[in-house]
């Protein structure tokens, strides 16, 4: 759970437990001592009261008159007082506790938490050795509580202001060493998305400055091997690209001709030669391979190199490569928007393109079992999109990408692009963006 907070919750939060815990120590000592403390103050007025008390008694014992010196006496005493005297007609003399006059400004539970100590100096009055009452101390405490409180307040607002001053050069310092992490967090994040060019600011102190000044130069090393790898990516291409050509001239020049001098030779057969039982079955049965052998000899030209691109350009490719697809599947209804400016791109993006739209085409075909699917390939700002959907029932969970796609991907990458498979609304997307000037330079 700890762990799971932010830095600056895990460094506040003692901050904020060692304030409320000094605020916690110091009503503890307070509790502790004070009453000690009052006791201490106030002892000389006790022992004053017991002098008074014992020289009163002496000054009645010989006096002619005690009553009458003891009633001089009482009215001599202020009624502000400490010492105060008190009839045994009155009843019990009141505690100091009970006689507490509160300070004003002080608030009933600081009062409350003070351990007041029992100050009661009861002296006897004897009159002819009889007991007429007591001279008390009763001292009054409101400074003295309302200086503690004083105190209170004080040490409470130092704690106050030292933990303030205290978390702010905490927060600034944190601050100064979160941001430059925050930059590198941010850095590296950027770094596992493919970006290698925007630096990572170098600040902070040493140590993050180093490790900053680290994933630069590491994000500079993978920009190099990126690079390298597009090249070889490049070149791999290129290659596959020169064996598909040099594969399918050899199926146009040698294949070829050789099905059309055998197509030729049965139809000659069969019109020189009047059918004449099995003879004749088998002469149409020739005919029909050889013609059956022509045309996927045309379909696998057509995946190898589609030739016309560099002819009648990418967009009139993809259409009559759509309308192939209507022909061979005509249970699937194959709606499509192709943007005429696809004309004006060729070389590696036409054929790259060409060949994503095909390879997505063919598994909607071979896999989906879908009964709609949808073409888009359109040319927005300086990137190239093409997408390609369909309601079939989606791609098996852990293989997003077959062999085919897996080609195409290669393809894209070559070319600084990117291709996507996801399920949506019950659809399946295969999706590509592409550069608009990308561009392959043969091997």
């Not at 009843?91 to 009970?98: E, N, R, V, W």
């Not at 050069?169 to 994040?189: D, N, W, Y």
């Not at 130069?217 to 596959?240: G, I, M, P, Y």
Request: glycine share 8%.
């Amino acid at each position: 759970m700890w762990q799971r907070l932010s830095f600056t919750t895990q460094l506040f939060l003692p901050l904020g437990a060692s304030l409320l815990a000094a605020l916690i120590m110091g009503g503890v000592l307070l509790h502790t001592f004070s009453g000690g403390q009052l006791a201490e103050e106030n002892e000389p007025g006790r022992r004053s009261t017991r002098v008074i008390a014992a020289a009163l008694n002496n000054t009645l014992h010989t006096s002619d008159n005690p009553r009458q010196t003891l009633d001089a006496f009482v009215h001599s005493l202020d009624t502000s007082s400490d010492i105060q005297f008190r009839s045994a007609e009155a009843g019990p003399a009141p505690s100091a506790k009970d006689d507490l006059r509160k300070p004003h400004g002080v608030p009933q539970w600081f009062i409350d938490l003070l351990t007041i100590p029992d100050l009661d100096a009861a002296s006897p009055v004897m009159i002819d050795g009889k007991r007429v009452g007591d001279l008390i101390f009763l001292p009054d405490m409101s400074a003295d509580l309302f200086e503690k409180w004083i105190g209170f307040l004080a040490l409470t607002s130092l704690i106050a202001v030292l933990m303030v001053l205290t978390g702010t050069i905490a927060f600034v310092l944190a601050r100064s060493a979160l941001r430059p992490l925050q930059h590198l967090g941010e850095g590296l994040t950027r770094i596992r998305r493919g970006d290698y060019i925007t630096p990572i600011p170098v600040c902070g102190p040493p140590e993050i400055r180093q490790s900053c000044e680290e994933a630069n130069a590491l994000a500079a090393t993978l920009a190099q091997l990126s690079e390298d790898n597009r090249d070889l990516l490049h070149r791999l291409v290129s290659l596959q690209d020169d064996e598909r050509r040099d594969l399918a001239r050899e199926l146009h020049d040698e294949l070829g001709p050789l099905l059309f001098s055998i197509r030729a030779g049965t139809i000659a057969l069969i019109e020189t030669s009047p059918p004449a039982g099995n003879l004749g079955n088998s002469a149409q049965q020739v005919l029909q391979s050889v013609e059956a052998l022509q045309q996927t000899n045309r379909r696998i030209l057509d995946r190898l190199r589609p030739l016309y691109i560099e002819e009648l350009g990418l967009e009139t490719s993809v259409q009559t490569l759509l309308v192939n697809f209507r022909k061979q599947a005509p249970h699937i209804g194959l709606t499509a928007t192709i943007d005429p400016g696809l004309n004006a791109i060729d070389g590696p993006l036409a054929r790259t393109v060409y060949r994503v739209i095909q390879e997505a085409l063919t598994n909607v075909l071979r896999h989906a079992r879908a009964s709609n699917a949808h073409v888009q390939a359109a040319v927005t700002g300086e990137t190239l999109v093409v997408e390609i959907s369909d309601d079939g029932d989606g791609f098996p969970e852990g293989n997003a990408f077959g062999r085919g796609l897996t080609g195409m991907h290669e393809r894209v990458r070559a070319l600084s692009g990117s291709l996507s498979l996801l399920r949506a609304d019950e659809r399946t997307y295969v999706r590509c963006r592409l550069p608009a000037g990308a561009s392959m330079s043969p091997a």
